[in-house]
């Protein structure tokens, strides 16, 4: 039951909002969005009740079923996070106010938030991409083997850029990669990324004052010291121009293509993990998803039962 301190939620409402712009100097957009999110849930127990409910008659089961609805009626995650951040604003200034005893919006959690698919490549659209830089000029020939070297292994830019001469093992197909939390792991090396690589260093000229040996640079710019994360985001866009591939692409594209495609290819989710160098099976396992959105969409355009190519549907 309420008790006498307790007003009902449209008043009790109206004295938060003014607090938040005469104490919190919060500004007319955030006062207007959290009355927006706050008449809402009145309406919502205004319904449910029967009739407009005190602040102290709200429970976390009442807020629990408006958080319900809300996925129901298929509000978008970040919508249904900011009202619950309305919600829980509010009970924390019912509680300083007295009307509560104990605040039935702390157990509300958000909703966990949508990770997107990563974009990728085809493998024919690789293909294109790597064909693009010439091979009769120095700077063509790099960029070729680093696009080939990021394909083929699955590198980070920061990675790729990071290489040194001592962590190329042509006889045994690998690389030393260093890579997040300086952790280091073995990459393979396809036999186009060696080529590459082969053709590239034959014309490669180091500055002076650039170490030699094993602590050479693999990659350098034309000035023959270590190419930098942002050359290699510029070399790719002359590149996406050149092929007419989509300008969403980055160099991180190459990485989701080359777990997308191992991923369709059949490979293991465990032997991916290892090969992306990720802590976390979880973050490997978005790549499944973006393989079972392709599996759908094949199956969608060839089935003749899918509800895409079913007659009458």
Known sequence: ?????????????????QFLAAQ???????????REDLTHLLDYLTQQFGQEPAVDQITAVDLRGYLGQLHEQHYARSTIARRLAAVRSFFRYAILQGWCRTNPAKALRNPRPQRKLPH????????????????????GLRDRAILEVMYSAGLRVS???GLNDGDLDFAGSLLRVRG????????????????????????RTLAPDVPQGPAAPVFVNRFGR??????????????????GLDRRTSPHT?????????????????SVQELLGHKSLATTQIYTHVSTAQLLRAYQAAHPHSSRTASGS
């Open 1 to 17: 039951m309420s008790t006498a301190s307790a007003p009902a939620l449209q008043e009790a409402t109206g004295r938060f909002l």
């Open 24 to 34: 919190r100097n919060a500004s007319q957009l955030t006062v207007k969005s959290y």
């Open 120 to 139: 990728f490549l085809s493998t024919e659209e690789v293909a294109r991409l790597l064909e693009a830089p010439p091979t009769d000029t120095p700077l």
């Open 159 to 161: 990675e790729v850029v």
């Open 180 to 203: 997040k939390g300086r952790r280091e792991r073995l990459a393979p090396l396809g036999s186009y990324a060696q080529q590459a690589l082969r053709d590239y260093l034959k014309v």
């Open 226 to 243: 270590r190419l930098t994360t942002r050359s290699v985001a510029r070399m790719l866009e002359k590149y996406l121009k050149i092929t």
């Open 254 to 270: 190459l990485r989701h293509s080359f777990a997308t495609h191992l991923l369709d290819a059949g490979a293991d989710i465990r």
